[in-house]
């Protein structure tokens, strides 16, 4: 693997993870990963400076909106580029739509691709953290699991002496994420 290509797709800092709930239920809810564009900018601009990389936005013959990631390679003297397309979201749907469309086709470069190694998390929900309102399950301001203190380490070494991975999350002193492997057979690769 390059240099390059090692810098890019390093796993992301802990404080580079945010959390969203993806299923409420009375009883818990599951916690989904991401990044935030800003985080992609970063990595690129680390890797590649401010003016090695550049991102273009088009509609493909669908009308779906296509991001092109492209960086600049000094030892080939080239540019080279990554597309993926992006989905609205519900707020703010057009600013969501080229934010999604930009991070996926980060993910081709590898940024962030660890996180679809993560474990399915489950969180127990307090009461004051849940109601239900039309049938669904949602919960309140009170659930915030961006505020909580969350260890990841992609070297943990299980009992057999193999790296797993480990993540947990505390609030305060109590545990809302015990210690769960990350699945080495997911994990995103490194070549």
Known sequence: MSKLQEQLQRPLDVADIDWR??????NGCSLLAYKDSR???KRLDDVFGMFGW??????????????????YDEARDLWV?????GTESFSEAQKGEYSDAFKRACFLWGIGRE??????IWVTLKQDEVYSTGG???????????????VIDWDYLDKQGNKTGLISA???????????????????SKG
């Not at 505390?170 to 995103?188: C, D, H, L, M």
């Open 54 to 71: 550049s991102v273009a936005y088009q509609r493909d013959s669908k009308g779906v909106l296509q991001a092109t990631v492209s960086v």
């Open 115 to 120: 996180l679809y190694a993560l474990p399915f």
């Open 136 to 150: 669904k399950t949602r919960t309140t301001a009170k659930f915030q699991p961006n505020e909580w203190l969350w």
């Open 81 to 85: 580029s990554k597309t993926s397309n």
């Open 21 to 26: 709930v993806g299923m409420a239920k009375p």
């Open 39 to 41: 985080v992609d900018q």
């Open 170 to 188: 505390k609030q305060g002193n109590e545990w809302r994420v015990r210690p769960q492997p990350i699945i080495p057979a997911v994990r995103a």
